[in-house]
């Protein structure tokens, strides 16, 4: 539905103002939906079209469950397309309405200039479309169980792909040039132009060295994948022994999967930002005296801090007042870090005035790992009262660890890096040369939950049809987990 | 707008009653969330399906929080959202817990759980049931069902056709023409009705033990055939060696002593049917326990002929309980078993032998779906 009158003013209005201040956002359609409508669309991650499966049910139910029990209530939606369609709770009000739209060219500018979006499809609700379509034909045809199956496994491993892929050049493999016989000859000598220097140039103990690494680098081509492979999605679609249609439908859940990835990437960056400009533009300009109370109280709604949980709105709003401030007063390079007078660091005012320009170049390179790694401050951390927690397994309960800086970056990287999931990637397909498939997991401190390994390896195992292996560490200790025809086996290495 | 939400919904609901896709069964998380009604702390039934993936154990990581407190204080989590992957898990705090269920979807599960059958209702519907709904507006009424809405449309209307309103100052004065009043139609619906007669033992013989079985499997089964039937009825009936209807109280509550004659209670179902629930009208579900033990012969035979010649062609089934008891000798049932044989199509019997066998009765007996 769309816009009435006051509110189509209203964002004119907005629009402006976010244009005065040097947003370049994709222009954004707003629609008006009940509360019925936002739930299922919240449900299926905002695209009104997708192909039918139980899981946007279940988010459904928990969604409109909240929201008649007064818990949770969405205001607003907005998706990455161009142009930007985002959706305005009918209940909201108008001040709401007001924020909302202001919050909105935040994240359209966002997703339109920061460089994690830049690779995706900016025609997603069409994609989103088409897939649907052909997840539909595909249960017409071979059943709808049966298709539903095989995207529950396909689910089990969405997160198995490579972040860094959509920007890496595409390299084409090398092409193997056929060697002739004197080169072969030749192999692991250098030219020698006069014979008499040839045992020197060529010592034996060279040339020996030389042949074995040829001889390693032949059998490292011998592997299969040759090169670790993070992408495991895509891994499969060349190798597993699918069918036409199971093809398919993992490269829609990996196209699926890659176009949600920066958004994961860019949480609290992305919410930051648009905090940031509803506050700005409403408090600078479009609030009227009457409407300040209600603006501060969503404001502060939204703001709301948790125990033992780190609001990205939160975080992000700050952190780039933060930064807006320091490059303002020139609180930053070797001469402000080399300072050790707390005072003289406090006052510190260079009045430099670049920190509108700091921000928007921030927002355009980073993701919330390189935001958090460059731009998190000891002050900062202080004023915001961060702490990290573990878990006591004596007391059995999460407590409080610490306050420090360095501690509490490390965590916050931590969770951050690879959107908090371990480092899973296929080292061999062709394992103890029984066509079956290893994986390894890069063990960075902690283990993985073993019950729901083991569960994801009989998903694997499904697609591969053939034995998976995964190497992993449980509790200091090397291990294997092996899935074979659904059993699991475990195995110390 | 259209979504498929409402398809992707059931197809959920049904995994999680379990009605398809049992392999996700063992995913299966019965999650809740609290709110408040009033002073209470409700739980509401939020079941999930966990998709399983690589990820940490819960326990390894912790994290980074916000907010006040020292070294060692614990970190307070009660009210949190079911954790996604890379937050800590929930802490359970401590809560006034009131699972909130319908009665409706009681006998939902109940119905699946059991595999019973939807009943199909006999008779024409005859009975019928008069609703009133407010559908329309009239001109006269009540001032209490007054619309002011409409009132104050039709104020407004005459106004702008007279030239009286004025933008500048919007007063809209309602005149006696200009009222307006909710009206309403009677829906009449023909509707199939049930009645339940429960008969239970109450002879010396029948202890707590045994009222608790019948009390439990009473309250199934009418919680079942409640969802069934609208507007269902139920009578009870109490005998030891004399018969009388008793509320629903008193049925559960009674001990009595002294002999046991069925046919008495038997005698009095055939007259409360006779007067109250004319067989054209009605589905009837005679429920009789009892431990068995009847004091003669010949009062056994006369329950038969009860039964062949009145309770049978009047029922949609009639079924027997017979609870397990420690002085009861079970000889009804050899008897019942005697006189129709295990077949005959009405009647149903159901041996309890203890709490546990109470699944299984209520099986036996709705199971057929009649």
Sequence with gaps: ?493 | MVYSIKRDHARFRSIVKGKIKQDLKKYITHGEMFAKKGKETVSIPLPQIEIPRFRFGQKGQGGVGMGDGNPGDAVGKGEQQPGREGEAGNQEGQHELEVEIQLKELAEILGEELELPKIEPRGSKNLTSKVDRYTGISNYGPDSLRSFKRTFKEALKRQLASGTYDPENPIIVPIRKDMRYRSWKSDVRQENSAVIIYMMDVSGSMGDEQKEIVRTEAFWIDTWLRSQYKGIETRYIIHDATAREVDENVFFKTRESGGTLISSAYRLCQKIIETDYPLSDWNIYPFHFSDGDNWSGEDTRHCMELLQNFLLPHSNIFCYGQVESRYGSGQFYKDLIESFTNEHEKVILSKIENKDGILQSIKDFLGKGK
Excluded at chain 1, 269 to 284: C, D, F, L, R, V
Excluded at chain 1, 330 to 358: A, H, M, T
């Design chain 1, 1 to 493: 539905m769309a816009l009435p009158p006051e509110l189509s003013a209203i964002r004119d209005e907005i629009r402006q103002y976010a244009v005065d201040y040097g947003l370049d956002f994709f222009e954004v359609i707003y629609e008006m939906v009940d509360s019925e409508q936002i739930n299922a669309l919240a449900a299926l991650g905002g695209f009104p079209v997708r192909y039918p499966h139980w899981r946007f049910g279940m988010d459904y139910d928990q969604l409109s469950k909240g929201y008649t029990w007064g818990l949770q209530k969405i205001y607003e939606m907005v998706i990455n397309t161009d142009p930007c369609y985002a959706y305005l709770m009918k209940s909201n009000g108008f001040v709401d309405q007001k924020t909302v739209m202001a919050h909105v060219y935040g994240h359209s500018d966002f997703f339109k200039n920061n460089y994690w979006f830049s690779k995706t499809d900016r025609k997603m609700l069409d994609s989103m479309a088409n897939y649907a379509v052909k997840v539909r034909r595909m249960m017409d045809r071979f059943g709808q169980e049966r298709v539903e199956s095989f995207i529950d496994c396909c689910l089990s491993l969405e997160n198995l792909i490579d972040p860094q892929l959509p920007f890496r050049e595409s390299k084409k493999e090398p092409e193997q040039e056929e060697k002739s016989l004197e080169d072969l000859e030749r192999e692991g000598k250098l030219h020698v132009e006069r014979d008499y220097m040839r045992e020197y140039i060529n010592p034996k103990e060279f040339v020996e060295s030389q042949r074995k690494k040829i001889a390693d680098e032949k059998e490292k081509e011998k592997k299969f994948p040759a090169t670790p492979q993070v992408d495991v999605l895509q891994f499969l679609m060349e190798y597993a022994p699918i069918e036409g249609w199971q093809y398919e439908v993992l490269s829609i859940i990996r196209n699926e999967s890659y176009y949600f990835v920066p958004q994961r990437q860019t949480k609290i960056m992305n919410e930051g930002w648009a905090s940031y400009w509803h506050s700005t533009i409403m408090t600078q300009k479009a609030l009227k005296d009457s409407e300040i109370i209600d603006f501060a109280n969503q404001h502060a709604g939204t703001m709301a801090m948790a125990p033992g949980q780190v609001n990205p709105y939160k975080v992000g709003i700050e952190l780039f007042r933060d930064i807006e401030d320091r490059w303002n007063k020139g609180k930053f390079g070797k001469e402000y870090d080399d300072c050790d007078n707390i005072i003289q660091k406090e006052k510190w005012d260079k009045k430099l005035g670049k920190g509108r320009e700091k921000i928007f170049e921030v927002r355009s390179v980073c993701n919330d790992v390189t935001f958090i790694d460059q731009y998190l401050t000891p002050e900062f951390v202080d004023r915001f009262k961060l702490y990290t927690y573990e878990y006591n397994r004596r007391t059995h309960q999460y407590e409080i660890v610490d306050r420090d800086f360095k501690r509490v970056k490390e965590k916050m990287l931590i969770g951050l890096t690879n959107m908090g999931q371990p480092f899973v990637e296929i080292i061999n397909g062709n394992f103890e040369n029984k066509s079956e498939l290893l994986l390894t997991h890069k063990h960075q401190g902690v283990d993985l939950d073993q019950r729901w390994a083991n569960e994801t390896l009989r998903c694997l195992e499904q697609i591969w049809q053939r034995p998976v292996n995964i190497e992993t560490e449980v509790e200091g200790q090397k291990k294997l987990f092996t899935c074979q025809k659904g059993q699991f086996n475990e195995k110390s290495t």
